[in-house]
């Protein structure tokens, strides 16, 4: 068997490598062709290992990575009762593969048809749209929160990094889920107390500790929450989200100041308009200004 395939892999470069290559002499276009031919498949291996990781087919095909060495070893040192039941077990492993891979390869088939394609290939949700679905997620926890009088403290991270407040917490790299947020804040858990960090889309700490706003910034009334979220908001751009477990109030910390007893639809309006509307409108102002500016220069230039 492996014999064979050496005899096919050499006449495929024959065939295919080196005629390519001959070709490229009389039509250096098809340099391009090959460019993107190549980008493909590595692409398309580079998904396909990415997508075997996140599966149990990663350590199975650890195993067949092991037995293709051992099989080809034992022919190099001629060890032939060993390769010849390497040989037998790679021929039938072809038909074993496909019993054991059946819900991976399944699931892949399933979703050319579906819209995961899209994700598949790295083509995800335009990130302003995201970004405010994640939004949501976080009122929806912040409400449920409040319900219930549940202590909670989360930072949404914006221009300015975070990562030595991130550092010392617990790492959760999550994607935003309500469900996850009120699960975190349960009184008597192990991540409940301190701060849930959300960044870059993802929950990407819990249990993190905040600097303190001193004394004169805030009112006596408010107590160790409160301070962190107006801490964390005055050395960073960051916005802090409080929940009081006393009242259940929610809060507002952002650039120092605290705004109390936020309602879900001025929440909702806040975060909004300073993580969504001025980030994505001010990129698209930029871009749109960089355009202008090119056009004058071009402009100017065929003038000269």
């Not at 070709?23 to 692409?43: C, E, H």
């Not at 291996?45 to 099989?71: C, E, M, N, P, Y």
Request: proline fraction near 2%.
């Amino acid at each position: 068997m492996i014999g064979k395939f050496g005899n096919s892999i050499e006449s495929f470069y024959e065939e295919n490598i080196i005629e390519y290559i001959k070709t490229l002499y009389d039509n250096p276009l098809n340099l391009i062709t090959l460019i993107i031919d190549i980008s493909i498949v590595l692409f398309l291996l580079v998904k396909v290992l990415k997508f075997a990781k996140d599966s149990r087919a990663w350590q199975l095909l650890k195993g067949i990575v092991l037995l293709v060495v051992a099989t080809v070893v034992s022919n190099w040192l001629q060890l032939k009762i060993l390769n010849f039941i390497l040989n037998s077990i790679m021929t039938w492993g072809v038909f074993a593969l496909i019993v054991i891979f059946q819900p991976e390869l399944r699931r892949a088939l399933e979703q050319l048809g579906t819209n995961k394609l899209t994700k598949f290939f790295g083509i995800d949700k335009d990130i302003a749209t995201k970004t405010k679905e994640d939004i949501y997620k976080i009122i929806i926890a912040v409400e449920e929160l409040a319900k219930t009088k549940t202590g909670a403290l989360i930072v949404i991270e914006r221009d300015i990094q975070i990562k030595d407040i991130i550092a010392t917490g617990i790492e959760i790299n999550s994607e935003v889920s309500p469900q996850l947020l009120v699960n975190i804040f349960v009184p008597n858990t192990p991540l409940h107390d301190g701060a849930v960090v959300i960044s870059n889309n993802k929950i990407t700490a819990a249990a993190c500790m905040l600097p303190l706003a001193s004394d004169a910034d805030i009112a006596k009334e408010l107590g160790t929450r409160h301070r962190a979220g107006i801490g964390i908001s005055k050395e960073s751009d960051a916005i802090a989200i409080i929940v009081s477990e006393e009242t259940g109030k929610v809060s507002i910390a952002k650039d120092g100041t605290l705004i109390a007893d936020v309602k879900e639809e001025a929440l909702k309006k806040i975060l909004i308009k300073n993580i969504v509307t001025e980030k994505f409108n001010n990129n698209k102002f930029t871009r749109l200004e960089k355009l202008k500016n090119m056009k004058i220069s071009f402009k100017k230039n065929k003038q000269k």
